[in-house]
């Protein structure tokens, strides 16, 4: 088991390029399956979730690689099967885009449930239902269920709740499924606009991506192409909040700002003073940070993977701070990791009242999803005395070379090896989740 052993770092200085999207890339890499030609795919990222995209693809007949230049190249014509391992596939949460991906193509999927980081529920309801208004047929197995169809055709679909994972699933099967499709309360995520985006890149006819409402017409083929991901804005996020939580003065570079609009506003109302380019932005920590309130909502409100890592800033700052979501009421775990560095936060229905301005001390703590690591690493770096993080691998799910990254700008801490000692220590102190 590893660990990263986090020592106080304050005053975080420097420049941090920013890698392609991880959301967008697991989207990106589905989409790519559709084509009747390779498709070469820039700004994927080595991280462990698309370690387990290459290996279910390679496993059913996807010839899929990266070339001398770091691009992936993904030809899907050797596909020989659509029985995903359900296994892997509740390795992590998207690979339900594999539905969307080859249903149409090849008339039938079997795959597990999503699986990845756990807020209790992720519910796929809407994926159903708009797979089942284009004429997919699903039978649910105890774990793995069965997808089929003698055709997908177009539907007028309006989504229940906003889902980004939905409105991709459903792109992806309308691009080539008969007829018109129209996505109404659509998800306008960058991401889903970067999936559309390459779509119409290898052929698709897909109009009015970015709104709530999406009209694809679908067509017989699709051609490879050459494709580049969005950078992540929610590495580049948790960037700038490392800014605030450090007192330092961090710059995001590759990036669209436009991306980070509600993060910004954020930032710059709790104090930070901003300056943005046309592919960077800058956070500067100078001066007194004030108390504030948040709430979660969908693009382009304030994202939920971002609440984690500002939690870890609000500490830091004097007065009363609330932090509301709604999006995943139950994503709060990183609060009881917190609390153990002696943050004092209660929550209650998806609500946490932060009372900050109280020191933070290093502590042995346990990350239980992407962005709890992220938050329970920035903390270390404003805590005093040594930080041990454990739960690692779902850290390296999302971040790429994270250790390096914050090593570039200052801050000091190690990837470990623990030995029984430590882990014994380590379980005596924190439950493993």
């Known amino acids: 088991m590893k660990r990263i052993v986090v020592q106080p770092s304050h005053s975080l200085n420097g420049i941090v390029a920013i890698p392609g999207s991880k959301n967008s890339s697991l989207a990106l890499m589905a989409a790519a399956c559709l084509a009747d030609e ?3 795919l820039h700004g994927i990222p080595r ?3 698309l370690d387990v995209f290459f290996n279910i693809g390679e496993e059913i007949g996807i010839d899929i690689k ?11 014509r050797g596909i020989h099967s659509t029985a995903i391992d ?3 596939a509740s390795a992590f949460r998207t690979t339900y885009y594999f539905v969307g991906a080859l249903l149409g193509k090849y008339g039938n999927v079997s795959l597990g449930y999503p699986g990845g980081d756990n807020f209790v529920s992720r519910p796929i309801d809407q994926h159903i239902k708009a797979l089942e208004a284009m004429g997919a047929r699903f039978t649910f197995h105890a774990e793995y269920y069965d997808v089929e169809t003698s055709g997908l055709h177009g539907a007028d679909i309006y989504f229940d709740t906003i889902s980004s994972g939905a409105t991709i699933n459903a792109l992806l099967a309308a691009a080539r499924a008969k007829g018109k499709t129209i996505l109404r309360q659509a998800a306008r995520d960058p991401e889903v606009v970067d999936t559309a985006n390459l779509l119409i890149q290898m052929g698709a006819r897909i109009r009015g991506a970015g709104s709530d409402t999406i009209t694809i017409e679908g067509v017989q083929h699709l051609r490879g192409c050459t494709y580049t991901a969005i950078p992540d ?14 007192g330092g003065a961090v710059t995001v570079t590759d990036i669209i700002p436009e ?3 509600s993060c910004i506003a954020k930032l710059s109302e709790i ?3 901003i300056e943005s380019t046309d592919n960077s932005v800058t956070a500067f920590a100078h001066g007194k940070l004030r108390a504030t309130r948040v709430r979660t909502s969908m693009y382009p409100g304030f994202p939920t993977d971002l609440q984690q890592p500002l939690t870890a800033l609000l500490t830091q700052i004097p007065g009363r701070s609330i932090v509301a979501d709604r999006i995943y009421p139950r994503r709060f775990q990183h609060v009881a990791q917190l609390n153990r560095m002696n943050a004092d936060i209660e929550v209650r229905s998806g609500v946490a009242v932060i009372k900050g301005g109280t020191p933070l001390r290093g502590a042995f703590v346990h990350a239980s999803d992407v962005r709890a690591g992220i938050c329970l690493l920035i903390a270390g770096l404003a805590a005093e005395g040594a930080t041990s993080i454990t739960g690692i691998s779902h850290i390296e799910r999302g971040y790429e070379n994270i250790v390096e990254s914050f090593r570039s700008i200052g801050a000091t801490l190690d990837m470990q090896e623990m030995h029984e000692e430590s882990l014994n220590e380590a379980k005596s102190n924190i439950k493993f989740s």
């Not at 990266?66 to 899907?76: C, G, T, W």
């Not at 804005?233 to 450090?246: D, H, K, N, P, V």
């Open 233 to 246: 804005r929610l590495i580049a996020g948790s960037f700038l909040i490392a800014a605030g939580a450090t």
């Open 66 to 76: 990266r070339n001398d230049d770091q691009a992936v190249v993904i030809d899907s």
């Open 259 to 261: 991306h980070l609009g």
């Open 271 to 273: 104090g930070l003073h």
């Open 86 to 88: 359900p296994h892997k």
């Open 47 to 49: 991280i462990t979730d």
């Open 38 to 40: 390779p498709v070469i």
